[in-house]
């Protein structure tokens, strides 16, 4: 298998800010996630970062250039810190990983929740 074409996208609301703990932060998320990239020996081809956006829809700039690069087959892998940090509207959310990512083949992880969609991985 070839190497993963890693696109990291991080999300930070201004409720999200006013309610969770630092570690939360775009800093942090970024840290975090380059930390768990450098211990596979992964390659990031981008970070997509919407700071100050809602997860409750999916109208994000970030989010659809995330969107752009996958069907432009930039990027293969897309890990996020949580699943809340991909979306927040439950339904919505749920159709990317479960159905979008598949479709296009993309590995999807959510370190902090274990979540890793390995079944897409061509």
């Known amino acids: 298998m070839d190497a ?13 800010g006013d309610c969770e703990a630092e570690s939360q932060s775009i800093t ?6 380059q930390r768990y990239v450098e211990q596979r ?3 990031i081809a981008d970070i997509y970062i919407d700071d100050g956006y809602t997860g ?8 659809q250039r995330l969107l752009r690069d996958i069907e432009h ?18 339904i919505n959310t749920m159709y990317f990983y ?8 993309i590995r999807y992880i959510a370190v902090n929740e274990g979540m890793e969609d390995r079944k897409n991985v061509v």
């Open 28 to 33: 942090n998320q970024r840290d975090f996630l």
């Open 4 to 16: 993963p074409k890693v696109g990291l996208y991080l999300r930070l609301s201004r409720e999200d």
């Open 98 to 105: 479960q159905i979008y990512f598949p479709q296009k083949q």
């Open 73 to 90: 087959k930039r990027i293969n892998t897309v890990i996020t810190k949580d699943l809340s940090r991909l979306g927040r509207d439950q």
């Open 41 to 43: 020996n992964w390659t």
């Open 56 to 63: 409750t829809n999916f109208d994000r700039p970030a989010f």
